[in-house]
């Protein structure tokens, strides 16, 4: 079953806006992550939020943890043509789980 | 090795046939995991080791799929008398340790692009 749910899933913007997407999920969580993906092959780390975390910054990318809400987003900054791909989020969790749950994801297009 | 790296990287069966896909994983990292994705679809959990043994088999769709990790490293996916579902691309995973699911970001392969005809 999807843990984490993004939005919108397909989100199209001009080179140099922001991009913002957001995840929801279900259960209390360890922690959160987001994963890009270029061409349907392998994912790519992005950030790790943990859930006693509100907010976290890497570059031009900022994430925010409201464990009250159970969301989170990913903010890209000045986005670049290279920043189209796909974006997942990934819950981890302290139960008998270990492996983190994937979203379906949102499918980013940055026009030149 | 740098990365981990998934063979072959395309695969085309006829229906009825098994095939067998491998990841080598990053070394020293002890926990590998496997997941297949669907076209245009997010990720579903397939299994992970910890080590060599597999404490959670929970995602295999069915009895038709089996996997083995053996040293601590390689690891091999089987899918026994493939059906036209099967198709996906197989992603495999390896992180340093679980921790605490997920504490630590995880590292994919390029993954296998499974078709069966």
């Known amino acids: 079953s999807q843990q984490g749910e993004e939005d919108p899933q397909a989100l199209s913007i001009q080179e140099g806006e922001n991009a913002t997407m957001n995840c929801s999920y279900k259960?209390?969580?360890?922690?959160l992550q987001w994963y890009r993906q270029n061409s349907g092959r392998g994912l790519v780390h992005l950030i790790l939020i943990r859930s006693n975390e509100r907010e976290k910054h890497s570059g031009r990318l900022r994430v925010t943890l409201d464990t009250s809400k159970k969301s989170s987003s990913l903010l890209i900054t000045a986005s670049r043509a290279a920043d189209t791909a796909s974006y997942f989020c990934?819950?981890?969790?302290?139960?008998?789980?270990?492996?983190?749950?994937f979203g379906s994801g949102t499918q980013l297009t940055v026009l030149p | 090795g740098a990365g981990v790296s998934q063979s072959p990287s395309n695969k085309v069966t006829e229906k009825g046939k098994d095939v067998e896909l491998r990841c080598d994983p990053i070394?020293?990292?002890?926990?590998l995991y496997w997941y297949r994705q669907s076209l245009g679809q997010g990720l579903e959990f397939l299994i992970y080791f910890q080590g060599n043994s597999a404490p959670d088999k929970s995602g295999l769709p069915s009895d038709r799929f089996s996997a083995e990790r053996t040293g601590g490293s390689v690891s091999t996916l089987t899918i026994q008398r493939t059906q036209q579902e099967d198709s996906a691309v197989y992603l495999c995973?390896?992180?340093?340790?679980?921790?605490?699911?997920?504490?630590?970001?995880?590292?994919f392969g390029s993954g296998t692009r499974l078709t069966v005809v």
């Open positions: 995973a390896s992180s340093q340790g679980t921790g605490g699911a997920g504490r630590y970001g995880y590292t």
């Open positions: 259960t209390s969580i360890n922690n």
């Open positions: 990934a819950t981890g969790t302290s139960g008998s789980a270990r492996q983190l749950t």
């Open positions: 070394s020293g990292h002890t926990a």
